[in-house]
């Protein structure tokens, strides 16, 4: 099994980095290896959802259910085809000058191949996810709360 954490402060209210954490639909635009999302079943606050990934060609789909808890947090769980566990908590927590981001993985994949992959490049797994995460927030931050040079 592949264990995950990180632990990362940012400079935005925990409502925002929330909602940039639930925006499914838009992982495609910045997640890497996130190559489809479609939303399944909704019932009350937990959202199904059906992902392809990929990597170097190696395409894979699998289904997760996250329960959402805006602002606090969101717990990803389940998995299907070559993920035969999946346990993701992501966790919000206010800070004076924005919010401290903890992230927890638990990982468990049907095929040896697989997780040896992942287990041996975890650290740059981690650091592109979080890099599309921090680009995305920057950029969605600047759109949202940047004033427009034109309406000055």
């Known amino acids: 099994m592949i264990s995950l954490q990180f632990r990362r402060a940012y400079p935005y209210p925990p409502e925002f980095v ?6 499914f639909d838009s ?7 996130v190559l489809s999302v ?4 909704t019932k009350g606050s937990v959202q199904d959802l059906a992902l392809g990934l990929g990597y170097r060609g190696l395409t894979v789909s699998t289904r997760v259910s996250v329960e959402l808890a805006r602002p606090t947090g969101m717990t990803v769980f389940g998995g299907s085809g070559p993920v035969k566990h ?10 004076p000058a924005g919010s ?4 927890d993985l638990e990982l468990e994949f049907g095929f040896f191949v697989v997780e040896s992959f992942v287990s ?16 995305r927030a920057s ?6 709360y940047t004033p427009d040079s034109a309406a000055v």
Request: charged content about 20%; hydrophobic content about 45%; glycine content about 6%.
């Open 38 to 41: 479609e939303r399944g079943r």
């Open 139 to 144: 950029t969605v931050w600047a759109q949202l």
């Open 18 to 23: 929330f909602d940039i954490l639930a925006d």
């Open 27 to 33: 992982y495609v635009d910045f997640v890497p290896g």
């Open 100 to 103: 401290l981001v903890a992230f």
């Open 86 to 95: 999946l346990s993701n908590n992501w966790t919000i927590t206010p800070l």
């Open 120 to 135: 041996r490049f975890q650290e740059k797994i981690i650091n592109k996810l979080t890099g599309a995460f921090e680009q």
